[in-house]
Nanobody
């Protein structure tokens, strides 16, 4: 059974940093693209960043220069380093792994940016 477990969310002041983790089990993590999405209250889920198995990354324009996606294939873990956080970054953050058959999602971790 495939499981993705996110952690690292919390309450942070504007300008602060957080590092999210996503631990995968039941899947050959190193074989698949991984992504982070987020969903703010009343808004659609949006793509934040993606990373290929070999480390090629893409981040959304809204977080360019502030967020960095990375992965450790040995530990089956993906990361999202978030710096210079803004109130508009407040959302539930989800990790996703895309296989040829389907997408797998974690349960999400809440990030709240507020003073």
């Amino acid at each position: 059974q495939v499981q993705l477990v996110e952690s690292g969310g919390g309450l942070v002041q504007p300008g602060g940093s957080l590092r999210l983790s996503c631990v995968a089990s039941g899947i050959i993590f190193s074989s698949f693209d991984m992504a982070w999405h987020r969903q703010a209250p009343g808004k659609e889920r949006e793509l934040v960043a993606t990373i290929t198995p070999h480390g090629i990354t893409h981040v959304a324009d809204s977080v360019q220069g502030r967020f960095t996606i990375s992965r450790n294939n040995v530990e089956s873990t993906g990361y999202l380093q978030m710096n210079s956080l803004k109130p508009e970054d407040t959302a539930v953050y989800y990790c996703r792994i895309r296989t040829t058959i389907r997408d797998y999602w974690g349960q999400g971790t809440q990030v709240t940016v507020s003073s």
